[in-house]
């Protein structure tokens, strides 16, 4: 079953491979990535966010960290920069929260991505449903989304 996520990866020609896994709630990366049998490293979250204007942003992190918030604001020339809530992310991504791919969202968001994640030949990230993972390249992962690249992991 296609989604935005996997129609927009065909339309921009990029190659990847589907793979599913048993969705479990809260269970973020490490669920998928014991799942699927990679270093969780490997698996990049697509977190929804917003600045002091509740100007919606996406952040794409390595699944073994956490995104330092103050960190990416001063990067991203922000004042301040939190995760949205699971109804608003809805709202601005057209996916659910646990399903969140930043391919194919409902509009475009400013895209932040963790520089280190660039430097994984392949990557494992969200293809537009819970428990849905696709792998892709992470050169087509830059050139399909442009994003802006930040340092704001912590372990």
Avoid at 32 to 42: K, R, Y
């Amino acid at each position: 079953m296609k989604t935005p996520a996997t129609q927009m990866l065909d339309a921009n020609g990029v190659q990847y491979t589907e793979h599913e896994y048993q969705y479990v709630e809260h269970g973020g990366t490490a669920v998928s990535s014991d799942s699927l049998g990679v270093p969780e490293h490997q698996v990049v979250k697509t977190l929804v966010m917003q600045d002091e204007d509740a100007k919606p942003l996406i952040v794409l992190m390595h699944g073994d960290r956490q995104v330092a918030t103050k960190e990416l604001a001063r990067q991203a020339g922000r004042k301040r920069i939190e995760p949205c809530k699971p109804d608003v992310a809805q709202r601005h991504t057209g996916y659910q929260v646990g399903g969140t791919s930043p391919f194919g969202m409902r509009k475009a968001l400013p895209i932040f991505v963790e520089r280190s994640i660039l430097d994984l030949p392949q990557i494992y990230i969200n293809g537009g449903r819970r428990g849905f993972l696709v792998r892709i390249s992470s050169a087509d992962l830059e050139r399909v989304l442009k994003p802006t690249l930040v340092d704001a992991a912590r372990s």
